[in-house]
């Protein structure tokens, strides 16, 4: 079996909880952090829900690295979420875990030099705005030797977007850092809004968490505490998951289908945010990355359910989760 060294950068976040559990639980992935950004909500909540969800999954061997504060140049704004706020001890119960000491930034480069000098390379896993990313690149460039790709879960092309009627919420809340990690050379898998909106989680889904144990009730409660449907755009019950797109990518990429494109940001003006790929190469530049255009809807469902019931039956410890086998 294949191992992805894996760095979540992430923002803290319902979907980002699902994805954090996911990866948590499979051991095709060496989670070796969680790297912090202000996104969904503000970097002290952002911190604190993944500290809560670190300790929920019983892995008391990852780290959690506090980041950013907010974007690079733009001006600060929140995920449509955002008064759910610090996840309450009521949806997601109190742990005790608590962040290192050492920076997002900082962790981002000593881990990708550590796996260069052993001639190895980590995933980056992009589940927020990329701006502890694009500071690691611009102030450290050689860290791009020790950095085999970059997962996103962001941008929308064909689908417009959702926090505005142009952009995806990851790039719009910086997307200055989305640019410079989109140019940067790094190999780039991008999982768009037009994929993710294929794969519909209902009610139904978010009861079978429940057979997860604590973690799964927690994931069941918060995705319970918001309606995510619409059927007016999807066309049937249900919402998406985006951020779990990028793990079940990691652990069964033969549930989707990608095209390579050469993609870009507009970073001024009124579509500030908006992402554009040269699918028919128009632009006449090489592709930068890989965009995920189709999913198998319920094998993606299937997966993400069937990882977090492991937190059901199993004791939480790393010898029984995804953590380092002894």
């Not at 912090?36 to 008391?60: F, H, M, P, Q, Y």
């Not at 794969?199 to 927690?218: M, N």
């Not at 999913?295 to 977090?308: H, M, P, S, T």
Request: aromatic letters at 8%.
């Amino acid at each position: 079996m294949s191992i992805h060294k894996v760095i979540i950068d992430t923002d803290p976040g319902m979907d980002d909880a699902a994805a954090i559990l996911m990866a948590l639980a499979s051991p095709e992935l060496e989670v070796l952090g969680l790297t912090i950004i202000a996104g969904n909500v503000s970097l002290n909540d952002t911190v604190r829900n993944a500290c809560k969800l670190v300790a929920l999954s019983g892995r008391r061997d990852i780290s959690v690295h506090a980041g950013a504060a907010g974007p690079l140049v733009r001006e600060q704004v929140f995920g449509k979420y955002a008064k759910i706020g610090s996840f309450s001890d009521e949806l997601v119960r109190a742990g005790d875990v608590v962040p290192s000491r050492e920076d997002a930034v900082h962790f981002i480069v000593r881990s990708a030099r550590a796996a260069s000098d052993a001639g190895e390379k980590i995933t980056l896993c992009a589940i927020g705005p990329m701006t502890n990313i694009a500071l690691a690149l611009v102030q450290h460039p050689d860290v791009v030797r020790g950095i085999g790709q970059i997962v996103s879960m962001g941008g929308a092309f064909t689908a417009l977007g959702h926090r505005t009627p142009w952009a995806e919420f990851n790039v719009y809340a910086d997307p200055h850092a989305a640019e410079i990690v989109f140019q940067s050379g790094v190999p780039l898998v991008i999982m768009p809004l037009d994929m993710t909106f294929q794969a519909l989680v209902t009610a139904e889904h978010f009861e079978q968490f429940r057979s997860g144990g604590a973690a799964g009730v927690a994931l069941c409660n918060l995705f319970s505490t918001f309606d995510r449907s619409d059927v007016h755009r999807f066309g049937r019950p249900g919402g998406p998951i985006h951020d779990a797109t990028t793990i079940a990518w990691l652990i069964r990429p033969d549930l989707f289908t990608g095209v390579k494109a050469f993609v870009g940001v507009q970073i001024t003006g009124l579509t500030m945010g908006y992402t554009y790929a040269d699918f028919y190469k128009k632009m006449g530049r090489a592709a930068n990355a890989t965009v995920m255009t189709d999913v198998d809807d319920a094998g993606f469902i299937n997966l993400l359910i069937e990882r977090i019931a492991l937190y059901g039956h199993a004791d939480l410890d790393t010898k029984t989760l995804g953590g380092p086998k002894s």
